[in-house]
């Protein structure tokens, strides 16, 4: 199965990862291809290299610990399921600071009881993210945590997707607790990053 | 009594938190204000150890406030009953442990975590009323991680795993 049939095949489930990670317990290899090609049929760029950056937006405090300046796992829940969505290095960063700002507006406006606000972005760096494997299993074996896929979508050309392709809790905690972990390296906040 | 240790307390006591420590948590009578690599603990006092008003149990409380689309669309509101059996777990905890973080998934799972330089640790409240732990240790590289599930919120033995992860020096002691 090709990356673009896979997507198409899912157009409309709301969780694409939860259908990755049926398809990787019974076949690794062809999820892990899915990689090589990109997921959508408007991408300009071709597939998600491994020495990209990938910039995360950060908007909902619920997912912040103001008292420590850390993220919670919980900022990174869409992994396992829809999509954790990312713009690739070549955005600008400008742009991708402005989106951040009218997503955080187009809440409010529609939910101000959750005063949401701009906490930064993460810049990750892709080869990282594909690095994070589970603990070793009974047989010695680890599994990769994430693939990073081009889902380029209209208006929105940079955009990827990371889905985590493990299904089981313990290896999804596992893996989500390392890519925050990462995240939290790399968190830029947006008043510092202005004031520099 | 303000109103969220007034809940609080009335909640432990709805949960019906245990007045005996489990074996092995006695060394830890004191231990809470010496978890100096707590990021948490670094900040703590005298009110967060014979109080309820830590931040963690405001931030537990006002998760009732979230209805369903809270974190866009597809999330979830989360279950009042599980809010209640975190913040009783949290108060039997906060005898033992430095206190956790709260948090809650756009799944509307809610749960609590430390972070310290030794280790990280999550806990999710699950929809079964049992509770699972997942736990990295920093301080070694090998078989460093562990999970468990299917644990019983209300049991102050539930804490043993959390705490010899937190503090295997003290707990080995």
């Given at each position: 199965?090709?990356?673009?049939?896979?997507?198409?095949?899912?157009?409309d489930?709301?969780?694409?990862?939860?259908?990755l990670?049926?398809?990787?317990?019974?076949?690794?290899a062809?999820?892990?291809?899915?990689?090589?090609s990109?997921a959508s049929?408007?991408?300009?760029h071709?597939?998600v290299?491994d020495?990209?950056?990938l910039?995360?937006?950060?908007?909902?405090?619920?997912?912040?610990?103001?008292?420590?300046?850390q993220?919670k796992?919980?900022a990174?829940?869409?992994v396992s399921?829809?999509g954790?969505?990312?713009?690739?290095?070549?955005?600008d960063y400008?742009?991708?600071v402005?989106?951040?700002?009218k997503r955080?507006?187009d809440?409010?406006?529609?939910?101000?009881?959750?005063?949401?606000?701009?906490?930064?972005?993460v810049?990750l760096?892709?080869?990282?993210?594909?690095?994070i494997r589970?603990?070793?299993g009974?047989?010695?074996?680890?599994?990769r945590?994430f693939?990073?896929?081009?889902?380029?979508?209209?208006?929105?050309?940079?955009?990827?997707?990371?889905?985590?392709i493990?299904?089981?809790d313990?290896?999804?905690?596992?893996?989500?607790?390392?890519?925050?972990?990462?995240a939290?390296?790399?968190?830029?906040?947006?008043?510092?990053?202005?004031a520099? | 009594?303000?109103?969220?240790?007034?809940?609080?307390?009335?909640?432990?006591?709805?949960?019906?938190?245990?007045?005996?420590?489990?074996?092995?948590?006695?060394?830890?009578?004191?231990?809470?204000?010496?978890?100096?690599?707590?990021?948490?603990n670094?900040?703590?006092?005298?009110?967060q150890?014979?109080g309820?008003?830590?931040?963690?149990?405001?931030?537990?409380l006002?998760?009732?406030?979230?209805?369903?689309?809270w974190?866009?669309?597809?999330?979830?509101?989360p279950?009042?009953?599980d809010?209640?059996?975190?913040?009783?777990?949290t108060?039997?905890a906060?005898d033992?442990?430095?206190?956790?973080?709260?948090m809650?998934?756009?799944?509307?799972?809610?749960?609590?975590y430390?972070?310290?330089p030794?280790?990280?640790?999550?806990?999710?409240?699950?929809?079964?009323g049992?509770?699972?732990?997942?736990?990295r240790r920093?301080?070694?590289?090998?078989?460093?991680?562990?999970y468990m599930?299917n644990?019983?919120p209300?049991?102050?033995q539930?804490?043993?795993?959390?705490m010899?992860?937190?503090?295997?020096?003290?707990?080995a002691?």
């Amino acid at each position: 199965m090709k990356c673009q049939d896979f997507f198409e095949e899912n157009a409309d489930n709301p969780k694409p990862c939860k259908a990755l990670q049926k398809l990787f317990k019974d076949d690794e290899a062809t999820v892990l291809g899915f990689e090589q090609s990109s997921a959508s049929p408007l991408s300009e760029h071709g597939p998600v290299r491994d020495d990209e950056f990938l910039w995360r937006q950060i908007v909902n405090p619920t997912h912040f610990d103001v008292a420590t300046g850390q993220l919670k796992v919980t900022a990174f829940s869409d992994v396992s399921d829809k999509g954790g969505s990312v713009n690739r290095g070549y955005a600008d960063y400008q742009a991708l600071v402005l989106k951040a700002e009218k997503r955080v507006a187009d809440i409010n406006s529609r939910r101000p009881d959750m005063q949401a606000s701009l906490v930064g972005l993460v810049r990750l760096e892709c080869d990282e993210v594909r690095a994070i494997r589970t603990p070793p299993g009974s047989d010695g074996k680890t599994l990769r945590g994430f693939i990073v896929l081009d889902t380029a979508l209209p208006g929105d050309e940079s955009h990827a997707d990371i889905c985590q392709i493990v299904s089981q809790d313990a290896h999804g905690r596992s893996v989500r607790s390392k890519l925050v972990e990462l995240a939290n390296r790399y968190l830029l906040k947006i008043r510092e990053e202005s004031a520099g | 009594m303000d109103p969220i240790t007034a809940f609080v307390f009335a909640t432990t006591v709805a949960f019906g938190v245990p007045a005996t420590r489990p074996p092995g948590a006695a060394k830890l009578s004191q231990a809470r204000t010496e978890y100096v690599l707590d990021r948490r603990n670094a900040r703590s006092d005298d009110s967060q150890i014979t109080g309820f008003n830590d931040p963690v149990f405001a931030e537990l409380l006002s998760y009732k406030s979230f209805s369903d689309g809270w974190d866009g669309e597809g999330s979830l509101a989360p279950s009042h009953r599980d809010i209640d059996v975190a913040i009783a777990f949290t108060a039997m905890a906060r005898d033992y442990l430095p206190l956790p973080t709260a948090m809650i998934s756009p799944e509307g799972q809610i749960g609590l975590y430390w972070d310290t330089p030794l280790a990280y640790i999550d806990i999710n409240f699950d929809v079964n009323g049992t509770l699972s732990i997942y736990s990295r240790r920093r301080d070694i590289s090998k078989d460093n991680e562990s999970y468990m599930a299917n644990q019983d919120p209300s049991d102050v033995q539930t804490l043993l795993p959390i705490m010899e992860v937190l503090n295997p020096m003290q707990m080995a002691a």
